[in-house]
């Protein structure tokens, strides 16, 4: 699939996948610890769906998954002069907020990278534990 | 074997050939009737380069896009098949794209499609397993490397020419031409654009677009389309999402009456004159006619707007030099990407 080469991760994170290579029991331990979590932290404010490999990053702090077609590379070509969906007419079209709030970054350039397909297999998993295992490179898997 | 009977030339060799190109998209059929659909693609053949065969516009129910393709590449017609992520997951994707290699299909239209809820059937369950740029970047996976998704070698692998698609006409209208660039980035060999209507926006879109030098990456076929009626106008500005009708043009359609000749000519002329002003913009690389379900306006458009194939001339000379070249921008630099 074409999309930018997964960047190389920290020390840390190495030192991280490393460990949870070791000790599978513990990643799924601490995976089931950090959903709850997640759900807790990222519902109330991003809409999250849990899809367990998070782009909120790279657009613009809008979770993409709240798109009914669940895009992930940028607005459809149904966009309502509006500026709305045009699925669910009365909800704001995703990708004009992550568009407009991605100016206000520093990484605005993020939102220009290529997103791979998801991975359905994760869904409901921790993106945080998927980024610490190695099973989701930050950068794209 | 089911293939074209010979080898086909199209779309391939006229974005190869500098010269602006011509395509138009037709019916896929309502029905089991391949006649039809010969009938409705021999109506525009002499006049483009490739044909597009949608697949199940507005999300109702048609043939599908695979069978309609395979039906035109036996005529001899190259078939542009456009696929969606709608209706089919990554596994059916892949196997389509396969199928449509295999059966002399090579133009692939990638677009994320409409969704389910416009359509005949909104209980469907809509998939969208991938999105365009992913569809497309798999399109240009499966030709380049030789290999599924999976890494999995592909004996031999799909011979295709992926497009895709821009609508400027939909906000956040600064956004288009970078997702633009995303998809000459993910390997876009040619690009056909939303219905124009208003020229302006679209003359701002294509500034934008040469800024970036996406014109010089990759041809940009631009969408005209003719109106047959003041109703059909309204229903496209009202009920079709993603385009733009301007009220002007909606007056000209109610000014030109109810009588069929009179609405019908002033659609056609209307047409022409957004082709006529759209060729003025620098950095395009031909014209997408959308005559939906009226192709025979598809004639008198081309011989009044002086669009020819880019192939005419190769196909019938002497044609070709009665009838006087387009002047298009220049396509110098348009030069087909390496696969």
């Known amino acids: ?141 | 074997m089911i293939g074209p009977a010979r080898p086909i030339t199209g779309l391939r060799e006229a974005l190869a050939s500098g010269r602006p190109v011509v395509t138009c998209e037709i019916g896929s059929g309502d029905g089991a009737d391949p006649e039809a659909l010969r009938r409705r693609a021999h109506l525009v053949r002499e006049h483009v380069d490739a044909v597009n065969v949608p697949d199940n516009t507005a999300g109702v129910v048609h043939m599908s896009a695979l069978a309609a393709a395979a039906i035109l590449a036996q005529e001899g017609i190259d078939p542009v098949m456009h696929v969606t992520c709608r209706d089919r997951n990554r596994l059916a994707l892949q196997s389509d794209l396969l199928g449509a290699s295999a059966l002399g299909i090579r133009n692939i239209l990638c677009l994320t499609g409409d969704h389910v809820i416009h359509g005949d059937q909104p209980q469907a369950r809509p998939v969208f397993d991938l999105d365009s740029l992913q569809l497309l970047g798999l399109a240009v996976h499966m030709t380049r490397t030789g290999r599924y998704l999976s890494g999995r070698e592909i004996k031999p692998p799909p011979d295709l020419v992926p497009g895709a698609t821009e609508n400027p006409f939909a906000p956040p209208y600064d956004f288009r031409p970078l997702r633009l660039q995303k998809k000459v980035e993910a390997g876009a060999r040619f690009i056909q654009t939303q219905i124009i209507f208003n020229v302006e926006r679209f003359a701002a879109f294509m500034a934008r677009v040469r800024d970036l030098g996406l014109d010089r990456a990759v041809p940009i076929l631009a969408g005209v389309a003719p109106l047959r009626s003041a109703r059909g106008a309204r229903h496209m500005r009202d009920h079709v999402p993603g385009l733009e009708v301007p009220d002007a043009l909606i007056r000209r359609m109610e000014q030109a009456g109810e009588e069929r000749s009179r609405r019908e000519e002033e659609g056609i002329r209307i047409a022409v004159e957004i082709i006529e002003r759209v060729r003025e913009i620098p950095g395009l690389g031909g014209f997408h006619l959308m005559p939906i379900h009226w192709e025979e306006a598809v004639a008198p458009i081309c011989e009044r707007a002086g669009l020819r194939p880019a192939l005419a001339g190769a196909r019938e000379p002497e044609a070709a030099a009665v009838r006087g070249g387009v002047r298009g921008p220049d396509l110098s630099n348009h030069r087909e990407q390496t696969a």
């Open chain 1, 1 to 141: 699939m074409v999309s930018e080469t997964a960047r190389a991760p920290s020390a840390l994170l190495r030192r991280a996948q490393a460990f949870f290579r070791r000790h599978p029991r513990t990643e799924r331990l601490l995976d089931r610890l950090a959903r709850p979590l997640e759900i807790a932290l990222k519902r109330p404010i991003f809409g999250c769906r849990m899809c367990g490999q998070c782009t909120l990053h790279e657009t613009g702090l809008t979770c993409p998954m709240g798109c009914p077609k669940t895009l992930r590379n940028g607005p459809c070509g149904g966009v309502r002069q509006n500026g709305h969906c045009e699925v669910v007419p009365e909800m704001m079209c995703v990708w004009i907020k992550a568009e407009r709030r991605s100016r206000w970054l520093p990484w605005r350039g993020a939102i220009l990278r290529i997103q791979p397909a998801l991975d359905w297999s994760l869904k409901g998993s921790s993106a945080w534990m998927n980024v610490l295992s190695g099973r989701v490179q930050k950068g794209g898997p």
